[in-house]
């Protein structure tokens, strides 16, 4: 690819048990949680490596050295630091495509959609089904979209569009997909549900060489 590709910014929290996927807690133990989205992050790793597109894990949740022996020495990775999620996302270096690791339809075409109207020039946001997105790709910083967000509401993709319209910029848009989230998304992907998954979470250790 181009040295001026967007970089992909994967966010990704450190699959602590009890301190990831807490929304699916009346149907998981936070062990299962856990190892849900550990594997939901490195399923969009994979992802993004097959897009072909620089790349680097913003991780939160644990130590650079911790994310290391979980995904490898091999995966570039970036501290997303303090705040709320708008600051974090705020302090990504554009042009850039922030994506998060809760959708697992995500695939590498999406992402060269994405970089294509990044790189020309053009916002891009990849609508989910929950009133959030998946997806944001910037050509430049954007401080306006992150700012007072209502995160985790299903207002934020409406809200996120009113103000790109205020500043009359039209963003591409790209299909809309699903995120694996709440109770009820897992019988979206049963495959990934499975009930004989061990219940505790993998250790970053036996992660990384799965």
């Excluded at 699959?15 to 969009?44: E, I, N, Q």
Aim: hydrophobic share 50%; charged share 20%.
């Amino acid at each position: 690819m181009s040295d001026s590709a967007p970089r992909i910014a994967l966010f990704a929290r450190f699959p602590t048990p009890g301190h990831t996927k807490t929304r699916l807690h009346p149907v998981l133990s936070p062990d299962a949680a856990a190892a849900l989205h550990a594997r939901l992050v490195a399923r969009t790793l994979a992802t993004v490596r097959a897009s072909g597109l620089p790349h680097a894990v913003h991780g939160t949740g644990a130590s650079a050295a911790r994310f290391a022996e979980w995904l490898g020495d091999k995966v570039p990775f970036v501290d997303q630091g303090g705040g709320d999620l708008g600051e974090r996302m705020a302090r990504v270096a554009t042009p850039a495509i922030i994506i998060g690791a809760d959708i697992p339809d995500l695939s590498a075409d999406h992402l060269h959609q994405a970089a294509a109207a990044v790189a020309a020039g053009r916002v891009v946001i990849g609508p989910a089904a929950d009133g959030g997105y998946y997806l944001i790709g910037l050509p430049a910083p954007a401080e306006y979209l992150f700012e007072e967000m209502p995160w985790g509401t299903d207002r934020v993709l409406v809200e996120t569009l009113a103000r790109l319209g205020e500043q009359a910029v039209a963003p591409v848009m790209l299909a809309m997909l699903a995120d694996l989230d709440r109770p009820e998304d897992l019988a979206r992907w049963p495959h990934l549900a499975a009930s004989d998954w061990p219940e505790a979470a993998p250790s970053p250790a036996t992660q990384a060489a799965g």
